[in-house]
């Protein structure tokens, strides 16, 4: 039991991380590997507002919309030039962002580890046995409003239609009306944000922030968007969770040998050897 | 209507358009023909803002809308549909249809809080369903309906834009007889509502007996334009169509 309530958060997690970038690869077909360094951003924001304001949620706000802006300004700047090569071109971009990236945070905030402890004052859960930390009551709370508004916006709002719209066919979305710069500009505000969430999250949840801390995050994502057939929202979220019970349950039997992220890679590899187009995409297109 | 004046457009060595000039006046079906290869659907892709003419001017209802963006122009009126149907593969008809409908919300701020299925919105896009014979599809995947009818769809559309202005390119291709009079008597009716329509055509029996205007492309220029008898006469064309050995 204790097993589902950690496979869960950590479920979360990925799917936090992996929504933004389904969002990014549905609409340009790029694979957006710069996307964990803007989790890491998120993350070293909203510790630095913690910081100054003293309060998390101020913190959390300011971060997300910082980061946000951060997303809008990795389309504006970079991969908008590059839109019309060859998806190769945007992916070296995007690898060389990350880069820059992390070494960027190393520059301003310091190589160190640094601890971001946040205490919410509401106290760990315990039933029966198990316990469900305040820290992950706030991370299964925070991810489910968040997969709820997403879930409203994208089936609900003109935007999600238009995001809909701008990821089956771009070019004719245009000769809708639908303002495909806005729509874009907003889908990398929106997936940012998420990130910027997932990476405040992570931190408070392990208590440390650092500027390699996406490097595992950009992999194991890449594994979620394989898993959920490669834009699809729904797939992303499905996906996330089933890749966070395989881990914590094979982790949880003492017989498996290999550590955590390996087994994300099989897990990988073995559905792509079956089913390359993912798990939630019909074999059909 | 629309008023194309001197445009070119170079493609690398590929001269595509060499000083076009024509104009759609409004009401009517005006069609555009010639040759494959002729720029046609080059011209069509200047119109409606996907490229940029080297040279020339496009002017709709009385704006330059030469390099203006696909969005801009399809705001101020401007309908399309494709030679290869592109209809929202993933979304069903009524889907397809309301995000034709709402271009001035695309553009403000209502689109984080307008709903997708509102009553009025709904209401419009049933209306162009059954107008376009789709109702029986309401429901329906896009991506699994025949031809015929997502080529119907995209029309259904193109309308939900309000557009006064519609482009077809190529709105017969790969129709069947009976499909191919279903949308020419559909191109009628949404003509005599008041939409001006310009089309791309191959097949001369459908674009006789639609068209009130033709202007015909060759190798980039044009080489007629008038009514459809009088174009039928014309040599130039016959020529670009037969080849001259056979004209003699």
């Known amino acids: 039991m204790q097993d589902i309530v950690n496979a869960l958060v950590l479920g979360s997690i990925y799917v936090l991380i992996s929504v933004g970038l389904t969002l990014v690869y549905g609409i340009l077909k790029i694979l957006h590997i710069a996307h964990a360094g803007i989790y890491t951003l998120g993350a070293f924001l909203g510790l630095m507002f913690y910081h100054l304001t003293g309060n998390f949620w101020l913190a959390l706000f300011l971060s997300i919309i910082l980061t946000g ?8 700047y970079f991969y908008k030039r590059v839109l019309e090569e060859s998806r190769i071109v945007p992916l070296v971009i995007s ?3 990350f880069i820059v990236m992390q070494d ?3 520059l301003i905030w310091s190589p160190y580890r640094q601890p971001f402890a946040v205490s919410f004052g509401i106290g760990d859960i315990r039933l029966k046995g198990i316990v469900i930390t305040e820290h992950q009551v706030i991370i299964l709370i925070v991810t489910f409003v968040s997969l709820l508004s997403m879930y409203f916006l994208m089936n609900h709002t003109k935007l999600g239609l238009a995001m809909r719209a701008c990821a089956e066919d771009m070019a004719i979305a245009g000769t809708l009306g639908v303002d495909v710069e806005k729509t874009i500009s907003v889908a990398f505000f929106l997936g940012s944000a998420l990130a910027a969430l997932a990476g405040i999250l ?11 801390m996406g490097e595992v995050p950009s992999y194991k994502s890449f594994v979620v968007i394989v898993l959920g057939g490669f834009g699809s929202l729904y797939g992303a979220v499905l996906a996330g969770f ?4 395989t881990e914590t349950i094979l982790v949880a039997w003492k017989g498996f040998v290999l550590p955590r992220d390996a087994i994300a890679f099989l897990v990988m590899i073995t559905v792509l050897m079956i089913k390359p187009e993912g798990l939630f995409r019909r074999a059909t297109r | 209507m629309l008023k194309v ?3 070119s457009k170079r493609f690398g060595g590929l001269q595509a358009l060499k000083g076009v000039s024509f104009e759609v006046r409004e009401g009517e079906i005006h069609a555009l023909i010639g040759p494959n290869g002729a720029g046609k659907t080059t011209m069509f892709n200047i119109i409606n803002g996907f490229i940029k003419p080297t040279s020339g001017h496009v002017y709709f209802m009385g704006k330059r809308i030469d390099g203006l963006r696909p969005s801009r122009i399809a705001l101020m009126g401007m309908g399309r549909t494709f030679q290869l149907v592109r209809v929202f593969p993933e979304m069903t008809v009524l889907e397809n249809v309301l995000a034709g409908i709402g271009k001035r919300v695309y553009h403000s701020l209502r689109v984080f809080s307008e709903a997708v299925k509102n009553e009025k919105n709904v209401k419009k896009a049933m209306k162009l369903i059954e107008l376009c014979g789709l109702s029986k599809h309401v429901d329906q995947e896009a991506s699994v309906l025949p031809l015929g009818i997502q080529r119907n769809l995209e029309i259904a559309r193109a309308l939900a834009t309000d557009a006064k202005f519609l482009l077809l390119d190529e709105p017969a291709s790969g129709l069947n007889d009976q499909e191919t009079k279903g949308l020419a008597e559909l191109i009628r009716k949404v003509n005599k509502s008041g939409v001006t329509v310009l089309f791309i055509e191959h097949d001369m029996r459908f674009t006789m007996g639609l068209a009130h205007t033709i202007t015909v492309l060759d190798h980039g220029e044009k080489i007629a334009q008038g009514k459809p008898e009088d174009v039928a006469k014309n040599e130039r064309v016959i020529e670009a169509y037969l080849g001259k050995s056979m004209t003699t």
Request: proline fraction near 3%; glycine fraction near 12%.
């Open chain 1, 69 to 76: 802006i951060a997303g809008i300004g990795v389309y504006r």
């Open chain 1, 95 to 97: 690898i060389g962002l």
């Open chain 1, 104 to 106: 960027l945070y190393r």
């Open chain 1, 202 to 212: 992570v931190g408070v949840y392990e208590n440390n922030v650092y500027p390699t």
């Open chain 1, 242 to 245: 089933i890749l966070a019970f």
């Open chain 2, 5 to 7: 004046k001197n445009v």
